[in-house]
């Protein structure tokens, strides 16, 4: 079962990211988000900045609008998880980050998903029947942990939202914004 807002808030969307996020991952979808009149919060680890990246390269850095430690899954109405190595592999072992997908994934709420971003979901224990895409490289993970790995575009299965790379980022957006019922 889907949950869905209250008439009477706005829709908000968490962005789940730490230092070394795929730049285009996070912008693309919070821009495409917000023209649709869906607010987004940066939720990360610790306060401050987080670090943004073009593949191996430093980007800019973007303000962190609440942390793990503050943020209170039911407040939102679906988690944007953008991909980057770094940023991946340091989230997929982080507790916190570990129980918010998992709190959004039990009320039904959409995870939307890009790239290397999916390994979060492996170690929170949620992908085990699900079927989704990825950067080709999570294929063996996913499969390892009980998902079935597609190489599409973009994969919709219930409330997940999932896709490989930043060339992807035009279909993911739109059918995030489909998910979050923009």
Same mark, same amino acid.
């Given at each position: 079962?889907?949950?869905?807002?209250?008439?009477?808030?706005?829709? &908000? $969307?968490?962005?789940?990211?730490?230092?070394? *996020?795929?730049? @285009? /991952?996070?912008?693309?979808?919070?821009?495409?988000?917000?023209? +649709?009149?869906?607010?987004?919060?940066?939720?990360?680890?610790?306060?401050?900045?987080?670090?943004?990246?073009?593949?191996? /390269?430093? #980007?800019?850095?973007?303000?962190?609008?609440? %942390?793990?430690?503050?943020?209170?899954?039911? !407040?939102?109405?679906?988690?944007?998880?953008?991909?980057?190595?770094?940023?991946?592999?340091?989230?997929? %072992?982080?507790?916190?980050?570990? #129980?918010? $997908?998992?709190? &959004?994934?039990?009320?039904?709420?959409?995870?939307?998903? &890009?790239c290397h971003g999916?390994?979060?979901? @492996?170690?929170?224990g949620l992908v085990?029947?699900?079927?989704?895409?990825?950067w080709p490289s999570?294929?063996?993970?996913?499969?390892?942990?009980?998902?079935?790995?597609?190489?599409?575009? @973009?994969? $919709? /299965?219930?409330?997940? $939202?999932?896709? !490989?790379?930043?060339?992807? &980022?035009? #279909? *993911?957006?739109?059918?995030?914004?489909? +998910? @979050?019922?923009?």
């Open positions: 079962m889907t949950a869905s807002p209250s008439p009477n808030r706005a829709r &908000i $969307v968490a962005i789940l990211v730490t230092d070394g *996020f795929e730049q @285009v /991952e996070l912008t693309g979808p919070r821009d495409a988000l917000q023209k +649709a009149g869906i607010a987004t919060q940066i939720i990360a680890p610790k306060a401050g900045q987080v670090q943004g990246f073009n593949h191996d /390269e430093k #980007a800019d850095t973007f303000a962190v609008d609440g %942390t793990l430690d503050q943020a209170d899954p039911a !407040r939102f109405d679906a988690v944007l998880l953008p991909g980057g190595v770094l940023n991946a592999d340091t989230l997929r %072992t982080d507790a916190k980050a570990q #129980a918010f $997908v998992q709190a &959004i994934d039990q009320a039904g709420k959409p995870i939307a998903v &890009i999916a390994w979060l979901l @492996v170690d929170a085990r029947g699900k079927t989704l895409t990825s999570l294929a063996t993970d996913l499969r390892n942990a009980g998902a079935t790995w597609v190489d599409e575009t @973009v994969h $919709v /299965e219930g409330q997940w $939202v999932s896709s !490989r790379k930043p060339d992807d &980022i035009p #279909a *993911f957006n739109q059918k995030l914004l489909q +998910a @979050v019922g923009a």
